[in-house]
């Protein structure tokens, strides 16, 4: 009877499965934005809602693998890889990388000089992991993503993955999230896109999963950061310090586009009862000449973030994450 009683509990007890699997690619250097969202996706790991398998740095100021994975190392997850794009960028204001990035003030083990090329870590995290399991949640411009997409099946040349990049997204990758674009002033140019145009045009042409875009305008009145704290011994604090928002020297809050993103990835449209913002319908997504456009398609594999709630909500779910102590 025993025994009996065991199998049925095996079979009616809930299966939990394994959380998401992350990879974040930022434009981390210029904007604030992005210390906030490596924060949250720190915090989101602690708490047991993702993986955070690698990072990869679309801008190429010369700390910036460093000031990653100083914030990494911050939240004890100093051994996770940050990727570094081959097509150097380096079009903007440094405010606070040059400070994390100096391993005298922030403690750091990666370089740029030692990284893996974008394309390279992509390939070998998507390699590695489960069917289906990856989010890859992009934060800034699209180039290294089309690198991926475009890359042969022996990248390295050491036969070492025998997939292109197509068929590692197919068959690894569960959904694209990219702040980008704007969803509600079809004039506007926005900037993620403007980054890289050819690849923000081609990626939703020929992306094979389904992506979800925050827009511009969910982010733009999400104000946070300004209750961080502890600069001198944390890296979200300092960037927030010495990020112009409230005049250098100040810990001030800023807009949240790309926090936005990381929070409907991983954690959804609410928070609690309350509904920060809506999916809109699926449907295909183009940029001409930059210009957002969504057409509706049952069909399409395409939606975007609706804006429900007053952006206060938002950034109170937003910053509980990037205030929250490392584990």
Not at 42 to 53: F, V, Y
Not at 158 to 175: A, H, N, Q, W
Not at 190 to 202: F, G, Y
């Amino acid at each position: 009877m025993l025994r009996f009683l065991t199998l049925a509990l095996l079979m009616t007890s809930p299966v939990f499965a394994a959380p998401p699997v992350v990879i974040l690619d930022t434009d981390f250097r210029s904007d604030v934005d992005d210390m906030g969202a490596l924060a949250m996706l720190n915090a989101l790991a602690d708490n047991g809602a993702c993986e955070l398998a690698g990072v990869i740095a679309s801008q190429t100021g010369p700390q910036v693998v460093a000031a990653i994975n100083a914030v990494n190392t911050y939240y004890g997850r100093g051994e996770v890889p940050v990727g570094l794009s081959p097509v150097p960028d380096v079009r903007f204001d440094d405010f606070y990388v040059p400070t994390i990035g100096n391993p005298e003030k922030f403690p750091s083990t990666q370089r740029n000089e030692t990284a893996p090329d974008s394309t390279t870590l992509y390939r070998r995290l998507l390699a590695a992991a489960p069917e289906k399991s990856v989010r890859i949640i992009v934060i800034g411009g699209q180039t290294c993503i089309r690198l991926l997409l475009d890359s042969p099946a022996d990248h390295e040349g050491d036969g070492s993955i025998g997939k292109t990049g197509r068929e590692l997204v197919e068959t690894k990758v569960e959904g694209l999230y990219l702040m980008a674009g704007h969803f509600t002033d079809p004039a506007w140019k926005e900037h993620n896109i403007m980054l890289d145009l050819e690849a923000s045009q081609r990626i939703p042409a020929e992306w094979p999963t389904p992506i979800v875009y925050s827009g511009f305008e969910i982010g733009v009145n999400v104000q946070t950061g300004g209750k961080t704290t502890n600069p001198e011994k944390n890296p979200v604090a300092k960037a927030y310090e010495l990020f112009p928002a409230g005049g250098v020297g100040t810990i001030a809050s800023s807009a949240s586009y790309d926090q936005t993103m990381v929070y409907q990835a991983l954690v959804g449209t609410h928070a609690g009862d309350t509904a920060l913002w809506s999916l809109s319908e699926t449907g295909t997504v183009t940029f001409p000449e930059g210009r957002t456009v969504f057409e509706a398609n049952p069909k399409g594999q395409h939606r975007y973030l609706i804006a429900e709630a007053p952006p206060e909500a938002a950034a109170e779910a937003i910053e509980a994450l990037m205030i929250q102590p490392p584990k």
